[in-house]
């Protein structure tokens, strides 16, 4: 019911950035929260950045002051403004967004949806 689809991953130079983006389609409405998590080879999926539903955001501890997660709701997307890259970057990185539904009883139920994700190689 909900799509997501992650761009603009590649490979950079350590102290380089990129921009990811996570377009959004489908039934796309009363979601609340929207993440980038990472995962790299022989490691947990680990979360990056992500706004909460009360429209904060939340970074990981290793990202904090580098990255930037931020949202354009007209485009129904959210980038990941990643500055000084390290090699540790190195990673898929995923788009994630929850989604609320209610069932006819008024149940109310969560739902994860994940992208394909964005190889990020950061290297000499």
């Known amino acids: 019911q909900v799509q997501l689809v992650e761009s603009g991953g590649g490979l950079v130079q350590p102290g380089g950035s990129l921009r990811l983006s996570c377009a959004a389609s489908?039934?796309?409405?009363?979601?609340?929260?929207m993440a980038w998590y990472r995962q790299a080879p022989g490691k947990q999926r680990e979360l990056v950045a992500a706004?909460?539903?009360?429209?904060?955001?939340n970074y990981a501890d290793s990202v904090k002051g580098r990255f930037t997660i931020a949202r354009d709701n007209t485009k129904n997307t959210v980038f990941l403004q990643m500055n000084s890259l390290k090699p540790e970057d190195t990673a898929v990185y995923y788009c994630?967004?929850?989604?609320?539904?209610?069932?006819?009883?008024?149940?109310?139920?969560?739902?994860?949806?994940w992208g394909q994700g964005t190889q990020v190689t950061v290297s000499s």
């Open positions: 994630n967004a929850v989604r609320e539904t209610l069932n006819k009883y008024g149940i109310r139920t969560m739902n994860d949806y």
């Open positions: 489908g039934s796309i409405f009363n979601i609340y929260a």
């Open positions: 706004f909460t539903s009360g429209g904060s955001t």
